[in-house]
């Protein structure tokens, strides 16, 4: 066993169990984040689905033009009416 293992181990023995709780949820984070780091294509294959965020331009939603599928366009587009809020300059 290593030397930190072992140092680890032993003030596992004396903590209270609410040190212990926050000790693993915080080794459980550090170990996600390891793995995420390591496997960055899984990060991109859950992202693809989610919408762009960055540049909020226009112009970033060109590529969206002329796409809507369905026959709610009416009706959507009055319930982003009747809920917008006013803008102040």
């Given at each position: 066993?290593?030397?930190?293992?072992?140092?680890l181990l032993a003030a596992i023995e004396t903590a209270p169990e609410s040190i212990l709780e926050?000790?693993?949820?915080?080794?459980?984070?550090?170990?996600?984040?390891?793995?995420?780091?390591?496997?960055?294509?899984?990060?991109?294959?859950?992202?693809?689905?989610?919408?762009?965020?960055?540049?909020?331009?226009?112009?970033?939603?060109?590529?969206?033009?002329?796409?809507?599928?369905?026959?709610?366009?009416?009706?959507?587009?009055?319930?982003?009416?009747?809920?917008?809020?006013?803008?102040?300059?």
């Amino acid at each position: 066993m290593t030397s930190i293992k072992a140092q680890l181990l032993a003030a596992i023995e004396t903590a209270p169990e609410s040190i212990l709780e926050q000790t693993l949820n915080y080794l459980e984070y550090l170990k996600a984040k390891e793995q995420k780091s390591q496997n960055p294509s899984l990060e991109a294959l859950k992202k693809e689905g989610e919408p762009i965020l960055r540049g909020s331009k226009a112009k970033d939603l060109l590529k969206f033009a002329k796409t809507w599928q369905g026959d709610d366009f009416e009706e959507c587009l009055q319930l982003v009416y009747d809920t917008r809020s006013q803008t102040e300059f």
